[in-house]
């Protein structure tokens, strides 16, 4: 056929009768080339849903093809009926004085004949609302933005403005706006620095890198009240360089102070040996501890690869495929739960793994009932096909749901110490019996079955042993008051070995520690303010930097040693990563100015991030999205950009950095560590 010549059939998979997939997000469309066209341009037509997933070069080629046919449509009179639509009513003006004195944009000329944004058949609601999406439609924004507390702000701010407001020119945005919000996200950033003198901060060297021959590191400075972004280095072609590397790290101490800095957290992306050695050498006081978060995405990572664990999420997979890549299956799918996704997209793709695993065992009586139900088995076009008859042979497969529940049995105690500690909150006191916990947990679990129970607890002994721990941990448990109290606890004497050890880096002279032991005695005991009643009603309920510095005066040496230690958190964040901004930052192409304002971009819109994150209670293991580029809907060849710690991988050579000289060991050989 003659239709089928045309070059966005590339783009698109000819089905039965009318009906076309589009390549990109597998979507079926009804109508032929023509919606397909309309689909991929992400322009609001034809009641065509956008493409979520098309390259912007598709999109721009597309909408091209589309303006140009519209222009070879139009007709002399149909471009008269235009003007005469156009005009204001009681207004005459000649034909001319209505010639645009710029050229219109794709969007004006493939809008041209749809209802003006004037027309009485629209509200003032509907008028703003489409000169919005039109807005995100021409200059591809993604959709998440309208989820982002600084969209409504700027919608109210407009609108209390009233009609004849004009927007701030692109001049203006990238000068005097830029300069000013900058200013501004600094006199934040001072207010801060004002607390480091009583809790100390972290340094978080936060690596980038893109599993090619590009890396990155973004410093964060974090203490109980915020965590800035510092600024971004690339370090592509100095990653084996430990003097380049130590250099930078000396200059990024210089200027927070090394007096305030109690901590740097380092992952394990590059060869951070001689680094850390050069830290620990040249800061007396300051301590180098592992991302927690990487450290448990591993274990994690080992879990998923037990034998059956991984058959158990390939089975999952089939079904999530299988719905999310037949747009009638995915609508069925939805009708039966409740609007509700089968599958979770978390920070990485091991948690993404555990917590569809979860999703998947909620609706395991309604994934029956749909495969059970005369709405698929007579109406779906797919009842019959080979990949459905696997799906339905899965999900009536009692030992797939066991597997299911085990798995989720066994994950979710080590997914709820990683929300922990993910989250940005001071948690470096609670580490160590969380993971006591979640081994503890395992144990119960496992109780009949000591062959699985060792499987386990030795992927997570090993992490701990050679990533996890720090000497910190120990401090923190001994100093936390519901540790501390708590009489079902025994600590083990390696903990107490490492609080003294930390004891004597942070107090260095004897004239520092000259009452440091009847002070531990006094707390230990709950002597003097410590035991007064409201210290013994705070000890759960209030955090143990805070509760130090409300009850600590008792032991002031002490006191101000456990605000520092007890303030600091123990994980980097999970954000998502924009690689494309921080390419262009770091690009030779690009003169002085331009890197200085796009520096000054990504400080600004990171440092707003990390404060929205700080005020907006949110699950920090998982997305609102789907990825539909994640195994759990298509095989891909490229990692998604939401899950930022997987990209933590082989290409760059190097040892795991970490703390690996503290040999103390997390757990004993047959006992938990607090003897729970």
Same mark, same amino acid.
């Given at each position: 056929m003659v239709r089928e010549k045309d070059?966005?059939?590339?783009?698109?998979?000819?089905?039965?009768?009318?009906?076309?997939?589009?390549?990109?997000?597998?979507?079926?469309?009804?109508?032929?080339?023509?919606?397909?066209?309309?689909?991929?341009?992400?322009?609001?037509?034809?009641?065509?849903n956008p493409c979520s997933k098309v390259r912007d070069d598709v999109t721009d080629r597309v909408r091209a093809i589309i303006a140009s046919k519209e222009d070879v449509k139009e007709t002399p009179i149909g471009k008269k009926q235009r003007?005469?639509?156009?005009?204001?009513?009681?207004?005459?003006?000649?034909?001319?004085?209505?010639?645009?004195?710029?050229?219109?944009?794709?969007?004006?000329?493939?809008?041209?004949?749809?209802?003006?944004?004037?027309?009485?058949?629209?509200?003032?609601?509907?008028?703003?609302?489409?000169? /919005?999406?039109?807005?995100? *439609?021409?200059?591809?924004?993604?959709?998440?933005?309208?989820?982002?507390?600084?969209?409504?702000?700027?919608?109210?701010?407009?609108?209390?403005?009233?009609p004849g407001f004009t927007g701030p020119s692109a001049e203006a945005?990238?000068?005097?706006?830029?300069?000013?919000?900058?200013?501004?996200?600094?006199?934040?950033?001072?207010?801060?620095?004002?607390?480091?003198?009583?809790?100390?901060?972290?340094?978080?060297?936060?690596?980038?890198?893109? @599993?090619?021959?590009?890396?990155?590191?973004? *410093?964060? #400075?974090?203490?109980?009240?915020?965590?800035?972004?510092?600024?971004?280095?690339?370090?592509?072609?100095?990653?084996?360089?430990?003097?380049?590397?130590?250099? /930078?790290?000396?200059?990024?101490?210089?200027?927070?102070?090394?007096?305030?800095?109690?901590?740097?957290?380092?992952?394990?992306? +590059?060869?951070?040996?001689?680094?850390? @050695?050069? /830290?620990?050498?040249?800061?007396?006081t300051i301590f180098v501890s592992p991302c927690a978060s990487q450290s448990l995405n591993i274990i994690l990572e080992e879990f998923s690869k037990v034998d059956w664990v991984n058959r158990c999420i390939l089975q999952a997979q089939t079904i999530s495929k299988f719905i999310y890549n037949n747009a009638s299956m995915?609508?069925?799918?939805?009708? *039966?739960?409740?609007?509700?996704?089968?599958?979770?997209?978390?920070?990485?793709?091991?948690?993404?793994?555990?917590?569809?695993?979860?999703? /998947?065992?909620?609706?395991?009586?309604?994934?029956?009932?749909? +495969?059970?139900?005369?709405?698929?088995?007579?109406?779906?076009?797919?009842?019959?096909?080979?990949?459905?008859?696997?799906?339905?042979?899965?999900?009536?497969?009692?030992?797939?749901?066991?597997?299911?529940?085990?798995?989720?049995?066994?994950?979710?105690? *080590?997914?709820?110490?990683?929300?922990? #500690?993910?989250?940005?909150?001071?948690?470096?006191?609670?580490?160590?019996?969380?993971m006591t916990r979640a081994k503890e947990s395992i144990r119960t679990y496992y109780i009949m079955d000591e062959n699985k129970c060792k499987i386990f607890l030795d992927i997570v002994d090993r992490n701990w042993r050679g990533q996890l721990h720090s000497p910190l941990h120990s401090a923190a448990a001994f100093l936390n008051p519901s540790i501390q109290y708590n009489p079902e606890i025994k600590f083990l004497g390696s903990i107490k070995e490492d609080f003294f050890n930390v004891l004597e880096k942070l107090l260095p002279t004897p004239d520092t520690r000259r009452d440091i032991t009847t002070q531990i005695l006094t707390f230990s005991r709950a002597s003097g303010m410590f035991g007064c009643k409201l210290a013994m009603e705070a000890r759960e309920t209030v955090p143990p930097g805070l509760w130090w510095e409300q009850y600590g005066d008792s032991a002031p040496v002490l006191q101000r040693v456990a605000i520092r230690i007890l303030s600091q958190v123990c994980s980097s964040f999970s954000f998502e990563r924009h690689w494309s901004t921080f390419q262009q930052i770091h690009s030779e192409k690009r003169n002085k100015i331009d890197k200085e304002s796009l520096n000054d971009l990504v400080y600004i819109s990171y440092n707003l991030k990390l404060a929205r994150t700080k005020s907006v209670e949110a699950d920090p293991l998982q997305f609102d999205d789907i990825d539909m580029t994640s195994e759990w809907v298509e095989e891909s060849e490229h990692p998604s950009p939401h899950q930022w710690l997987d990209r933590f991988g082989s290409a760059l050579d190097g040892s795991d950095l970490n703390t690996r000289q503290f040999s103390a060991s997390m757990f004993s050989s047959n006992d938990p560590i607090f003897g729970l």
């Open positions: 070059i966005c059939w590339e783009y698109a998979e000819k089905l039965d009768g009318n009906k076309v997939r589009c390549k990109f997000c597998l979507r079926v469309l009804n109508g032929g080339i023509s919606r397909l066209k309309h689909h991929l341009s992400r322009l609001p037509s034809k009641g065509v003007v005469a639509e156009a005009k204001p009513v009681g207004i005459v003006c000649s034909s001319k004085s209505l010639m645009p004195l710029e050229t219109p944009s794709p969007v004006t000329k493939v809008f041209a004949t749809m209802t003006p944004m004037g027309n009485s058949s629209l509200s003032n609601q509907e008028n703003a609302e489409r000169s /919005i999406a039109l807005f995100f *439609f021409e200059n591809k924004l993604d959709f998440a933005v309208a989820r982002s507390s600084s969209y409504q702000q700027m919608i109210d701010a407009v609108g209390k403005c009233g945005l990238k000068t005097m706006w830029l300069d000013r919000i900058k200013s501004e996200v600094n006199v934040q950033s001072k207010d801060i620095e004002k607390e480091w003198a009583m809790t100390g901060c972290t340094i978080i060297a936060d690596t980038w890198t893109d @599993n090619k021959s590009k890396a990155l590191i973004n *410093f964060l #400075v974090s203490s109980p009240s915020r965590t800035f972004f510092l600024k971004s280095v690339d370090t592509s072609s100095n990653f084996k360089n430990t003097k380049y590397l130590a250099d /930078i790290f000396d200059s990024v101490i210089q200027d927070i102070g090394p007096e305030n800095v109690v901590q740097i957290i380092m992952d394990s992306s +590059f060869n951070y040996t001689g680094v850390a @050695n050069h /830290i620990l050498q040249n800061y007396g995915l609508d069925l799918m939805k009708k *039966f739960t409740g609007g509700l996704e089968l599958i979770r997209t978390g920070i990485t793709k091991y948690v993404s793994n555990f917590l569809s695993l979860q999703s /998947i065992l909620k609706q395991r009586s309604r994934l029956k009932h749909m +495969f059970n139900s005369p709405e698929y088995s007579t109406s779906s076009p797919y009842a019959n096909k080979p990949q459905s008859l696997s799906c339905i042979s899965i999900v009536e497969d009692n030992d797939f749901w066991r597997a299911v529940e085990e798995s989720v049995a066994i994950s979710e105690p *080590f997914l709820k110490v990683l929300r922990e #500690v993910s989250g940005g909150k001071p948690a470096v006191g609670s580490i160590y019996e969380l």
